[in-house]
């Protein structure tokens, strides 16, 4: 092997520009200029297979550690216990709970998004971050798969929920959203898993052919089912990959569809409105997207990836941002305007309670997080600003937690009756569970990292001029 | 004796052991043996194996030993429990054998405060586990009230005392007759040291068994005292009768009632007859041509004082001149008339003029006694005495001035002319006035000894402890608010080896065990029983025609003039008992504890209740009030009264009167029970108000001090409903929940005043799929809003029956209380003087149930008969269907809430009725049980069986409520009360634009305010 472990990534940047174009009137790359096939590849495949884990990585792999500890506490205490624990109660059936839930949900979109569909749409700049927006997904539908699984009064029988043969020669109530919840959610695992499996496979045989060490070669080896990246295995790859990018379309519409059905067949004020499938998946996607930008821009700082995830990347997911963010915003508004024209005194009774009631501050705090703050990438100069992209993201990741909290907890908690009206409050075994879930997430994401091409490698040298030396062709 | 020790006597031991209860074999040797002369006995019998005993135990000899003394003890099986046997009859049929699973009711009857409610009470195979009331007392005519229900939980309470005590030491029943006999010996020959201290007493054969006592103990004396005094009515009817008389009330004849700072209808001897009463005039329906009018003149808001056509909040001082004023209106004599509301007497006044012989002035027991003459005189002016009110002797075996009858006492104990005091229930030690410092005395006296269900603070400083008998395990009798005597039957032997108060009595006679059976039984057959007589006495629960007579009485109109009031600075304070914990007795009833307070809806603990402007004047303002409310805590004040300062959680109530702080006594407990004792951080307990209770201020005074404690931080509070008022300002808009009118407009047009401006009502109840045909059956409910006063009855009915986990005030501040029937009180119009309307909220049984579709493993679905089932152990608890409720009726099991341990509960439940465990919802399922086994009898009637007939069925809550506002059956079933309730112009739907078409519906609260006052 031509590389130390811990070479810096490439030295060779042998570059003469031909003709000089005032760089301003350039487009901004999706991969930085010069380099190779086998920089590409050995700048990823390095930082999987050497030998030294960097001290960064242990420090943070330790965290995600003690956070999984939290977690393991929260679960543990729940299931001896009883979702007693938590903050929920008469008004409020759910809380923290399913806030998380579709806050994680939400997050996992982006990834599919940016496989799926930009990869149908042909929008190369997706090829740096879809891997890592893939992986991002997976763990995300992990932690919150958490939640629907144990807020359950009793999550042993939770396989009811399940369509499956049973003496009781009874079917589980397909009218029930969570029903539906069911399906949509475990498909939408499943089909991410698939997803992210099928596009691993040819980089996994290379890190098989670049592994010095024997047992990573068996492993690798292993997952990459046998690939030897012939023309036919290129064929069916690509069939393959272009299929599960046709299921997966489907899925970005549909899973947050559901979950907001969840809500929407429900008949309680702030419930209860037509526009809330496409609200949910425009804020899913809004959310996955601040949720990549969070993870990418340390990530490519820590990993020295900036050739690879560039500005480019950086700020098409900015407009993307800004795009959904508008959507979210306009649908808070609608929000407001449907339950006053609704005439309904349920209905402007909820307008009045969100804005004006005892969460007044959760709701303000909502809209500058996601209706304000997103405007700022209307500015080039803070699209182009990791700095400014990054906090513009931390505010959206807080607004779509505050969006959930502002819907569930703040619709249920004053609903038809006066006169079981209450408030609602987390407890710490609801943040302890919150926290220990992003433990969940870190832990599979720091796994990722080290052990797997962040970035998909081959996708990345189709970026390169040398692969469309043939034409366009795929 | 046996003459003979060297052999062993079986008979004798069993003679000895055989009162001694299956549970109880195992605690010690020493008390299967009853002290030291069956040790001799065993020394004799065993002498090698007895011996070792003195010197430390083996553990070979100890084997040897027990499993002799096993061997014995199984010899009291042999013998029928204490020879000869005692039948009690059972109410509606005594079946051949019993059968399983089938309940048997026996009449018996609840003595609370002296007086006695008859009540039948459910038997499972020989377990008594609910109470209904016995539709033959004149006191019950089959309602109840929260306590009748709750007493149920009273019987089997596990922290009920057990074993006869010397300052925490066990000893026996025997023991105690025998330290008793030194005290019996100096008594003959001078009673005047004997004392006997109880409550009110209205049991003729207790009263003959006192009377005896007297005549045999020449000198000795009887004191009565009970905390929630009687003694203003009685004083008061005393001077306006000339002597202690019983004034019996009959609401259903009066047009016009006034009340005095009374709560009638839930308070005092025979509240659940008047609630009935002055109900059965107050129900409107579309032929009603009249409908009964209340003024109520109180000091503090009351359950009677919320369905008033007229209220006046006045403080507790002024109430004696309003009554002086309608006095004066009347034209007897205007001296101390308070001048205030003029025409708002001036119309009352009218109002009774018009109404001669057919209305009421009643005054409440918290008034001082010349409000009760005052009362009566009026009563005589408008000529209610003789028509609407029944003059009678007092049903007290003896009515004493009780207040002054234990300041004799304790006189006399601090003189040390005490020198024994048998105190027959009672915890004068809690609960006599402060003043009194009945502890110290208390300590003088020699010989003291306390027969109480619990080992409480009054036993703990005795020298003998005797647990006392639930009225459900034991013989007595007793006499109800008109007189009338029910024979109190036990369901059940005694639990815990209790004694009544007859088996004191019988000790104090001479030491013989008298069983109680024999006391009542013999007292009744010297006075008119026969055997067939007897029978039949036990098998109503009533004693026929003991009421007492009508007294050709007439009260004195000429009226006592005012005394000055002084007046000082600061706030009236009024001390009343516990609407759920009485005078602190039931403090250790859960079921009572967690019961939300009819007016406050606060559990666990008394606070200081004041009107919100008076909250502004201390320094609490609205706005941190409310977002505090809003959280479930609240501030702490320091109230100072004479000298005494305590500190105490404040609460606003809209109603109160200005510079009126009212707070409940009873709580603050040490020792009685896991809930009755020391409060702690889990154990709120609240504040013990007796020691700011002075003997000349029994129900308060003036000049009481409140500082607003901030320092303190805030202080939770386990309240189940906020202040929600139904003004449109702060809900959004008129949300159609409470429809009222006057009865004036309902005449005019009756379906009008429902249909009030509500978007959405009455829209047509539009679906594009054909509605379920409900072929059979379809059950449903109507409740009437305009006679709920929010008494509790129903919901503890509803606990009871079915099994419901009371949580804690840590989980009720955490909004997760589990009663499946809840009262709703909505206020509406100012928050100086609201109208109250209060308004049961059970299951609607949705035809249309929002729940039933979000449920994903189909736990709660439809029944044919339109029910809303619940399938417990198909839940997984989601909670969605809580979620999507509109009425929020759901209740989930967050935690392990029942009771799966405790051996002493598990005879209490109600077996037809599943406990459910944690992670599963639960609600109110129209006691499907009840209905089940009514469709079973049905079904067996005749071959082809028949339908359920109307009144079959009854829930618990339309069983217990006292005026009679729940009416339950087949909608299918043309000529049932409920299909003709639902037809009613004022029948509505709650948030019927929902579409949910809810079983449940309502009728119209009907106020008939006076035409001549307005607003």
């Known amino acids: 092997m031509a590389h130390k472990d811990d070479t810096p990534v490439h030295e060779i940047r042998p570059v003469t520009q031909e003709v000089r174009v005032p760089e301003r009137y350039l487009p901004t790359p999706t991969i930085e200029p010069g380099h190779s096939y086998a920089s590409i590849t050995d700048h990823i495949s390095t930082i999987v297979l050497r030998k030294r884990t960097p001290i960064g990585w242990y420090v943070g792999f330790g965290i995600s550690l003690i956070l999984m500890t939290v977690l393991t506490a929260a679960i543990g205490k729940l299931v001896f216990v009883g979702v007693g624990i938590w903050g929920i109660n008469h008004p409020a059936g759910w809380g923290m709970d399913i806030i998380n839930f579709v806050w994680w949900i939400g997050i996992g979109h982006a990834g599919t998004l940016i496989s799926a569909i930009l990869l149908l749409l042909r929008q190369e700049w997706r090829t740096s971050i879809n891997r890592f927006a893939e992986a991002m997904t997976l763990f995300a539908v992990a932690s919150a798969g958490l939640y629907p699984a144990l807020h359950t009064g009793r999550p042993w029988y939770d396989f009811w929920l399940f369509p499956y043969p049973n003496t009781m020669t009874l079917w589980p109530q397909f009218r029930s959203p969570l029903m539906w919840d069911v399906f949509a959610v475990s498909t939408y695992a499943t089909v991410s898993a698939l997803f992210w499996y099928v596009g691993l496979i040819p980089d996994l045989a290379t890190l098989r052919d670049r592994a010095t060490n024997v047992i990573a070669r068996k492993i690798y080896g292993m997952g990459a089912l046998g690939w030897r990246g012939s023309a036919k295995h290129w064929y069916r790859y690509e069939t393959a990959y272009l299929l599960l990018a046709g299921l997966s379309t489907p899925l970005v519409l549909s899973v947050h569809t559901i979950v907001s059905f969840d809500f929407a067949v429900a008949q309680i004020p702030g419930w209860h409105a037509t526009f809330f499938p496409p609200y949910f998946v425009a804020g899913a996607v809004f959310a996955g997207f601040a949720m990549v930008l969070t993870l990418a821009i340390p990530a490519r700082k820590f990993l020295k990836l900036e050739d690879f995830i560039t500005m480019k990347h950086l700020e098409n997911m900015g407009k993307v941002m800004l795009a959904t963010g508008l959507i979210v915003f306009y649908a808070y508004l609608m929000e407001l305007f449907l339950g006053w024209y609704s005439g309904n005194v349920f209905e402007r009774f909820m307008v009045h309670n969100r804005i004006l009631g005892p969460y007044w501050k959760m709701y303000i705090a909502l809209i500058v997080c996601n209706g304000l703050a997103p405007q700022l990438m209307w500015v080039k100069r803070f699209r182009t600003s990791t700095a400014m992209l990054f906090i513009t993201a931390m505010f959206v990741n807080v607004g779509m937690w505050l969006e959930r909290f502002v819907i569930i907890p703040g619709s249920l908690h004053r609903d038809f009756l006066p006169s079981s009206w209450g408030m609602y409050h987390g407890t710490r075994w609801d943040w302890s569970m919150f926290i220990g879930s992003m433990g969940l997430f870190l832990f599979l994401l720091f796994l990722f990292i080290r052990f797997l091409p962040m970035i998909s490698i081959f996708e990345m040298r189709t970026l390169l001029p040398e692969a469309h030396a043939h034409g366009e062709e795929h | ?1015």
Not at chain 2, 782 to 794: Q, R
Request: one cysteine or more; proline letters at 7%.
């Open chain 2, 1 to 1015: 004796m046996s003459d003979d020790k060297t052999t062993l006597d079986f008979r004798e031991f069993r003679e000895r052991i055989g009162d001694i209860r299956g549970r109880e074999y195992w605690r010690s040797l020493e008390e299967l043996s009853r002290g030291a002369d069956f040790e001799e006995l065993l020394q004799d019998e065993f002498p090698r194996q007895a011996a070792p005993l003195a010197n430390g135990v083996h553990r070979r000899d100890f084997m040897k030993l027990m499993s002799a003394s096993i061997a014995l003890a199984g010899a009291a099986s042999c013998t029928p429990p204490s020879g000869k046997p005692e039948k009690i009859v059972p109410y509606v049929r005594q079946p051949e054998d019993l059968i399983p699973g089938k309940p048997m009711f026996f009449a018996t009857a609840m003595p609370l405060g002296g007086y006695t409610t008859g009540v039948l009470a459910e038997s499972h195979m020989g377990r008594p586990t609910k109470i209904e009331g016995n539709p033959d007392h004149p006191s019950s005519l089959g309602g109840t009230d929260a306590f009748m229900q709750a007493s149920i939980l009273g019987l089997y309470d596990p922290d009920r005392s057990q074993v006869v005590r010397t300052f925490g030491e066990t000893r026996t029943w025997s023991d105690f007759i025998g330290a008793l006999q030194p005290v019996l010996k100096e008594a003959a020959v001078n009673g005047a040291g004997l004392r006997i201290l109880t409550q009110t007493v209205t049991s003729p054969t207790l009263g003959a068994a006192i009377r005896a006592l007297v005549a045999q103990y020449p000198g000795m004396q009887w004191h009565q005292w009970e905390p929630v005094s009687g003694d203003n009515k009685r004083e008061g009817l005393r001077s306006a009768f000339g002597g202690y008389v019983n004034a019996v009330y009959h609401f259903d004849k009066a047009n016009v009632v006034v009340t005095l700072d009374s709560d009638f209808m839930s308070d005092g001897a025979g509240h659940v007859r008047y609630s009935r009463d002055f109900s059965a005039r107050r129900r409107v329906r579309h032929d009603t041509k009249s409908m009964n009018r209340l003024y109520a003149i109180e000091s503090s808001p009351t359950s009677s004082g919320s369905i008033a056509d007229h209220r006046l909040s006045v403080r507790p001082s002024q109430i004696e001149g309003y009554a002086r004023a309608i006095a004066a209106g009347l034209g007897l004599g205007a001296a101390g008339a308070i001048a205030e509301n003029a025409n708002w007497i001036g119309a009352l006044v009218r109002d009774l003029q018009r109404n001669q012989g057919a209305a009421i002035v009643v005054a409440g027991d918290d008034q001082p006694p010349v409000v009760h003459a005052i009362a009566m005189a009026i009563n005589q002016a408008i000529g209610a005495i003789g028509t609407t009110i029944t003059i009678t002797d007092s049903p007290e075996v003896e009515p004493v001035n009780q207040l002054e009858s234990l300041r004799r006492l304790v006189t006399d104990m601090n003189a040390g002319a005490v020198k024994a005091l048998i105190m027959l229930g009672g915890n004068p030690i809690f609960d006599a006035p402060a003043d009194f410092n009945f502890a110290a005395a208390f300590d003088k006296v020699p010989f003291r000894a306390h027969l109480s269900p619990y080992y409480d603070e009054t036993s703990m400083l005795s020298h003998w402890h005797i647990p006392e008998t639930h009225y459900l395990e034991t013989w007595g009798d007793g006499r109800a608010h008109d007189g009338t005597v029910s024979i109190q039957q036990p369901l059940i032997a005694p639990l815990y080896n209790g004694r009544a108060a007859i088996e004191v009595l019988g000790a104090l006679a001479g030491g013989i065990d008298q069983s109680p059976y024999d006391a009542v039984r013999a007292y009744w057959m010297a006075n008119g029983a026969t055997e067939t007589l007897w029978r039949k006495w036990l098998n109503d629960g009533v004693v026929a025609n003991s009421a007492l007579p009508a007294r050709i009485a007439s009260a004195s109109t000429s009226i006592a003039a005012p005394v000055a009031a002084k007046q000082s600075g600061g706030f009236e304070l009024r001390i009343t008992h516990d609407p759920n914990i009485y005078d602190g007795r039931f403090a250790n009833n859960g079921w009572l504890q967690e019961l939300p307070k009819p007016q406050t809806k606060i559990t666990w603990e008394n606070v200081l209740l004041l009107s919100p402007k008076s909250a502004n004047a201390i320094g609490f303002g609205d706005e941190e009030r409310d977002e505090l409310f809003n959280e479930k805590h609240t501030l702490q004040a320091d109230l100072s009264f004479r000298g005494r300062t305590l500190r105490v959680p404040v609460w606003v109530v809209p109603g109160m009167p200005e510079n009126v702080a009212t707070i409940h006594f009873g709580y603050g407990r040490k020792h009685g029970g896991k809930i009755a004792s020391e409060p702690s951080e889990k154990n709120p307990g609240g504040v013990d108000i007796y020691p700011i209770r002075f003997s000349d201020g029994l129900s308060g005074g003036a000049g009481a001090q409140i500082t607003l404690v901030r320092s303190a931080g805030t202080y939770p509070i386990g309240c189940t409903q906020e202040h929600q008022s139904l003004n449109p300002k702060d809900v959004g808009g008129d949300r159609g929940i409470i429809r009222s009118g006057t009865f004036e407009e309902y005449q005019r047009d009756p379906r009008a005043l429902l249909r009030e401006e509500h978007e959405g009502a009455g829209e047509p109840n539009e679906s594009m799929y054909p509605g379920f045909e409900y072929k059979n059956h379809a059950w449903a409910m109507v409740i009437d809003t305009s006679v709920c006063t929010g008494c509790n009855g129903c919901v503890i009915a509803c606990q009871a029956e079915n099994n419901i986990s009371i949580v804690g005030k840590e989980e009720v501040v955490r909004e997760r209380e589990m009663h499946w029937l809840r009262i709703d009180r909505y206020y509406k119009g100012s928050p100086e003087n609201p109208e109250v309307y209060h308004q049961p909220v059970p299951c609607m049984q949705c035809e249309n149930a929002p729940c039933e579709p979000v449920c994903p493993v189909e736990a709660t679905s439809h029944s044919g008969d339109g029910l809303n089932d619940m399938t417990y152990n198909r839940c997984v608890g989601t909670r969605y269907c809580s979620n999507n409720c509109p009425y929020k009726v759901r209740r989930f099991n967050f935690f392990h809430y029942a009771d799966y341990d405790t051996e002493a509960l598990k005879p209490m439940r109600n077996p037809d009725v599943t406990i459910r465990t944690r992670g599963v919802m639960e609600k109110c399922t129209y006691c499907v049980q009840r209905i089940n086994a009514a469709k079973i009898e049905a079904e067996k009637d005749g071959p082809q069986g028949r339908r359920v007939r109307d009144g079959e069925v009854t829930t618990a809550c339309q069983q217990a409520c006292p005026s009679e506002a729940i009416t339950f059956g087949d909608m299918n079933d043309p000529t049932s009360r409920v299909a003709n309730l639902k037809k009613e112009p004022a029948n509505y739907a709650l948030l019927e634009e929902l579409n949910t078409r809810p079983r449940t519906t309502y009728l119209g609260a009907i106020r008939n305010p006076n035409p001549e006052i307005r607003g």
